[in-house]
Structure formats: structure tokens, C-alpha cells
């Protein structure tokens, strides 16, 4: 079956036409684009399907609740209608799924060799998944078990409140609602959070007024993940120490909260550049500071998604199952 499958992130837009067969998909081909360069998903649809054939039916997977007709998207200014995409171009099914609800569907699709453990843990093949992952915001998912496979089910759980760990991460608190009144996860575990943490790193040194490089970097958290991993300079390599405690810390409340001894996986578009950071013990330390249920946590198999294309392999999955 031949479907458009579609991740529509707040930075960036990729297509791709697939060829599925089954639980299989082949992208056969795909293209990338900046959502700045354009007014809305119709712009990037006409480019991308000007020379392909005629596909069976469309998904999308987006950054924002929706109930599979519309969407406005949460880190865009973008409105995207199902039923008007479908009239344009002619195509016989369009759907919008949750992009992590793409991701829960695109897992077992990825290859072992995507995958890179962080924790081995007992893993229970029918039990419960979580899934979250840091890019322009903070997606979640969780995934049951329906007899055949697992199911993912849509969730804005990278909104869910920011719990401080300890007196540093308070402060934290303070810094962030001082900004934004409430301060969720999606704050801190994303591109502009790291950039958050970066200026709040620099306020408790002092130089909060200074000027900065990396602040006025033309990709900012890009620069400062860059500084981090090169160690160049002390406060990015602090505010990657934060983003990589709280996001264990995360990953390890959405393990209790789903039970998910079928294994934690953290996807999205941060996590594998910065690969090397998460590996280092803050994350599975922030994993397992879980009180009386510390130990209950390293039997919980962790893993960071390799496969940039794991959204679009789920889009197209969940494209297939429309015709």
C-alpha cells in the first residue's frame, strides 16, 4: 500500500512516500523542510507530491492534541485540516495522529541496532511502554498491550508540572514561574529549555546580564549542547548536568506512572546527539531517585530511539490501517 507519511515538528517538516506491507515500511522517499520557510503544510504537500504517484492515503503525525480531523499546532503557528488536505490533493484518506502517538506506533519498526541501552533491566514483552522525548517540545506517550501488539495511546504529558528534586532545582522553580507562572516539563526537557537552563546556570553565577556567545548563537541550544559535549564551557556543561537529571527524573515517573517493564524509551531529537551526556550517571541516577520504589526502577529496561525515522514509520503504519 502506498501512503504519504508525514512528522510535523515546530521546527521542521518531513515527508516521505512509503510503501507498506504488514508491520514493514519502506520509505521509498522522503524530503526535510523548515517550517519558517513556509505558511502552513499545504506549501511543503505541493513541492513534495508534484512528481510522485497517486498514494492510497495520507498521515500525519503532529505536535499537538487532535482528534484526527484538525490541529493547532502547540510550538507552531500552524492550523492543519485533515478534510481540506484531502480535498486539495485528491487524496482518498487523511489522518493527524499525535506525534508520539506515531512514535509509540513506529517502535516496532525500528531496527535493534536504532536502539542504545541505557539500562538493561528485566523487561516484561506484554507489559506497558512509556515513551517521551525533548525536541522543539516535550512529547509522552504511554502503550498498552492489545493482544496482537502494542497500542500507544495519544497523551500531552510533556505538560505534566515540574517536580524540584532538590534545593538547586527549587531555585530552578523560582526561576522559571518568576517567567512563565507555571513551570511543566516541556520548560525544561526541549530546545528552548536548555536554553532556559543555560540562563539560569549563568543567574546563579552572576552573569545573568552579561553578554554571552552561545546566547546569541543563531541555534542557541544547539551551541550549548555542542559546549557541553566539548566541555568549553562550565555553565552549558552545568545546564546539560540539569537537562540530563530532570530527564531521568521524568522517565522515571512515567515508568511508575505506566508500570512499564515493557522498557522506557526516550526519543525525540535531542536525546541522540547528545547520546554521550546521557550515558554519564545523571540520568539513570535522576531514573532511580524514586524513594521506597528505587529499586523497583532498575528492573525497567531504558532506552534512547536511534531512528530519526520512527514518527514517519508510525504515520505510515497508522496511514495503512485507514484503507
Excluded at 505538560?159 to 532538590?166: L, N, R, V, Y
Excluded at 517567567?179 to 543555560?198: C, F, T, W
Excluded at 546527539?273 to 525497567?300: C, D, M, Q, Y
Excluded at 532506552?303 to 508510525?314: C, N, T
Aim: proline share 5%; aromatic share 6%; with cysteine.
Amino acid at each position: 500500500m502506498r501512503v504519504i507519511a508525514g512528522d510535523i515538528g515546530g521546527t521542521n517538516t518531513r515527508l516521505a512516500f512509503c510503501e507498506v506491507a504488514g508491520d514493514t515500511v519502506h520509505l521509498l522517499h522522503r524530503e526535510r523542510y523548515l517550517n519558517a520557510e513556509a505558511t502552513g503544510l499545504e506549501d511543503h504537500l505541493q513541492a513534495f507530491l508534484a512528481h510522485l504517484p497517486a498514494p492510497e492515503a495520507a498521515c500525519f503525525a503532529v505536535a499537538g492534541p487532535t482528534g484526527g480531523r484538525h490541529v493547532h499546532l502547540t510550538n507552531l503557528t500552524w492550523e492543519i485540516d485533515a478534510d481540506r488536505i484531502a480535498a486539495r490533493f485528491k487524496l482518498p484518506q487523511v489522518r493527524l495522529i499525535n506525534d508520539f502517538l506515531a512514535v509509540g506506533y513506529g517502535l516496532d519498526a525500528v531496527d535493534e541496532h536504532h536502539r542504545a541501552a541505557l539500562q538493561s533491566g528485566h523487561p516484561l514483552p506484554h507489559a506497558p511502554r512509556a515513551i517521551l522525548g525533548a525536541g522543539t517540545g516535550l512529547g509522552v506517550s504511554l502503550c498498552v498491550w492489545s493482544g496482537r501488539r502494542h497500542v500507544p495511546l495519544a497523551s500531552e504529558g510533556g505538560h505534566i508540572g515540574f517536580a524540584p528534586m532538590d534545593d538547586e532545582q527549587a531555585r530552578l522553580l523560582g526561576f522559571l514561574r518568576a517567567e512563565y507562572r507555571r513551570a511543566s516539563l516541556d520548560r525544561i526537557l526541549s530546545g528552548p529549555g536548555i536554553v532556559a537552563l543555560y540562563r539560569f546556570r549563568l543567574s546563579e553565577t552572576g552573569r545573568a546580564h552579561a553578554p554571552d556567545s552561545l546566547l546569541h548563537d543563531k541555534l542557541p541550544a544547539a551551541a550549548i549542547t555542542q559546549a557541553a559535549l566539548a566541555q568549553s564551557e562550565a555553565q552549558a556543561v552545568e545546564a546539560m548536568r540539569l537537562f540530563c537529571r530532570i530527564y531521568g527524573q521524568a522517565a522515571g515517573d512515567l515508568a511508575l506512572l505506566a508500570q512499564a517493564l515493557g522498557g522506557v524509551y526516550i526519543a525525540g531529537g535531542i536525546a541522540p546527539k547528545i547520546l554521550p551526556l546521557l550515558k554519564h550517571p545523571e540520568f539513570l541516577e535522576g531514573f532511580h531517585s524514586k524513594g521506597r520504589f528505587a529499586e523497583w526502577t532498575r528492573n525497567v529496561p531504558v532506552s534512547v530511539v536511534l531512528d530519526e525515522d520512527v514518527g514517519l514509520k508510525g504515520a505510515a503504519l497508522a496511514g495503512a490501517a485507514l484503507a
